[in-house]
């Protein structure tokens, strides 16, 4: 089992920059593909970033492709979501989360997740 702890996040004006970090322990990390999700109010929980054990494996929604960097640290198991130019509906709770296999977290259907990390963006 691995816990999974959420920071970073807060308030920032459009066009702005975050790096959120999520840092996990209990089990050796690097066993775990990992991933961000976010929850806006009222709206379902959707994929952000999603990122293979081994770090070489990575995926970005579109909605935030160009503009976010999923990455991790396995030697502090650190996960990180580099979140730049920043617009309002970037506003949400964002997650972490982890499961031994990849494609469990791209189908968003892992095992574990954090307790979330509030973003707003204001315009």
């Known amino acids: 089992q691995v816990q999974l702890v959420e920071s970073g996040g807060g308030l920032v004006q459009a066009g702005g920059s975050l790096r959120l970090s999520c840092v996990a322990s209990?089990?050796?990390?690097?066993?775990?593909?990992a991933g961000w999700f976010r929850q806006a109010p009222g709206k379902e929980r959707d994929i952000v970033a999603v990122?293979?054990?081994?770090?070489?494996?990575?995926y970005h929604a579109d909605s935030v492709k160009g503009r976010f960097t999923i990455s991790r640290d396995n030697a502090k198991n650190v996960m990180y979501l580099q979140m730049n130019s920043l617009k309002p509906e970037d506003t949400a709770i964002y997650y972490c989360?982890?499961?031994?296999?990849?494609?469990?977290?791209?189908?968003?259907?892992?095992?574990?997740w954090g307790q979330g990390t509030q973003v707003t963006v204001s315009s």
């Open positions: 989360s982890a499961d031994p296999t990849y494609i469990r977290v791209r189908r968003s259907t892992p095992d574990y």
């Open positions: 990122i293979s054990g081994t770090g070489d494996i990575t």
């Open positions: 209990g089990r050796t990390f690097s066993a775990y593909a």
